[in-house]
């Protein structure tokens, strides 16, 4: 068994072990008449509070100096606790037996708000006390998080199952939150080089994110080929 396929199953297997833990809410949720686009919808509009935690947060230390850190670790929790929401959804379709087209792309469409409203309100903190470095890293992270779903979307629309890479979708949401959450903790304590924790996490995904777009590009251009 190689990397990949090891990824793959470890990836599979934690999933699974979700599942088990969230279809207890789910068959309620189902029985309350709670329905697939509902549950997306409440998602992104928990990833607009968290975002919104975080503008908040850049205004203030904007405008005071001082940066309310309890402000921002509230944020990643409420991006971290929205962002399964994600998970909620299809298992609501999967076991409520109301999976359809539109709700796959409603919820495609929506993940990709939800991404860009998150990195959106990083950007807008980073900005307002002078990180300009740092916000012009995020905007990075955000090119690289749209062109990974773009190329496979893409790709998938020419007949070609394109999922590989690094830096994907659940890798990206797991390094914000953890960044925003440990910027906000080590930043109540008092720790002064706080925010290079979210810088650090911005970069992450900056550079990783594009090397996976580049991957799936240089994935299809073989899959191209073979198909010649």
């Known amino acids: 068994m190689n990397l990949k396929q090891r990824s793959k199953q470890g990836r599979d297997s934690l999933q699974q072990g979700i599942y088990v833990v969230i279809n207890p809410l789910v068959r309620l949720m189902i029985k309350c008449g709670i329905t697939p686009n509902m549950v997306t919808t409440i998602g992104m509009l928990g990833q607009v509070l968290g975002a919104a935690l975080l503008i908040r947060a850049g205004y203030v230390a904007g405008h005071t100096g001082i940066v309310p850190y309890s402000l ?128 650090g996490a911005m970069t992450l995904i900056a550079v990783f994110a594009n090397i996976t777009a580049a991957a799936r590009i240089q994935h299809c251009r073989r899959a191209m080929e073979k198909m010649q």
């Open 72 to 199: 921002v670790t509230w944020a990643g929790v409420v991006i971290i606790l929205f962002s399964l929401f994600d998970m909620l959804d299809g298992q609501v379709a999967r076991l409520g037996n109301m999976v359809s087209k539109f709700g796959a792309m409603y919820d495609s469409v929506l993940d990709r708000y939800c991404e860009l409203i998150s990195l959106g309100g990083v950007t807008y903190y980073f900005i307002q006390f002078g990180g300009l470095w740092e916000a012009l890293i995020t905007y990075m992270a955000i090119i690289g998080s749209l062109l990974v779903s773009y190329v496979r979307a893409r790709a998938e629309g020419l007949g070609i199952e394109c999922k590989i890479g690094f830096m994907q979708r659940p890798e990206r949401v797991v390094v914000t939150c953890l960044g925003v959450i440990l910027t906000g903790i080590l930043g109540q304590a008092g720790v002064e080089w706080a925010n290079l924790v979210l810088a």
